[in-house]
C-alpha cells in the first residue's frame, strides 16, 4: 500500500507541475479548450484555472481509489503504474493541443 501511494503521490505531482509551468507559458489566456471536433473545432472551453487542475484532480481520486484497492489487491500495482502513465500522457496530449492551438 506504501508503495502505491508514493507512486501515486508522485505522478500527481508530476501532472500539478505540468500544469503549473503550463500556467505560465498560457498566462494570457484567460480560457483553454477542453475537447475538440473530429474536424479540430474547439467544441467547449474552460477557464485556465480549471482547465489546468481538470486531470491532476481527476487522477488524484482515481489513483487515491486504486491506492486503496491495492490494500485488497497488491498484484495489481502494475496496473496502477500504467494508470499513472496514461494520465500523464493524456495531459501531456491536452497541453500539446492547447499550445498547439494557439500558434
Not at 502505491?4 to 500544469?19: E, I, M, R, W
Not at 472551453?45 to 482515481?62: C, D, E, G, N, Y
Amino acid at each position: 500500500m506504501i508503495t502505491g501511494l508514493l507512486l501515486s503521490a508522485t505522478y500527481v505531482l508530476v501532472l500539478a507541475g505540468l500544469s503549473l509551468a503550463a500556467n505560465a507559458r498560457l498566462h494570457d489566456q484567460w480560457r483553454l479548450p477542453m475537447q475538440w471536433s473530429l474536424s479540430g473545432r474547439v467544441n467547449w472551453s474552460a477557464p485556465r484555472p480549471l482547465a489546468l487542475a481538470f486531470t491532476p484532480t481527476l487522477a488524484a481520486i482515481v489513483l487515491c481509489a486504486l491506492t486503496i484497492a491495492l490494500k485488497e489487491h497488491p498484484e495489481g500495482l502494475p496496473a496502477l503504474a500504467a494508470t499513472t502513465l496514461a494520465f500523464i500522457g493524456a495531459h501531456l496530449l491536452h497541453l500539446f493541443l492547447i499550445v498547439r492551438r494557439g500558434r
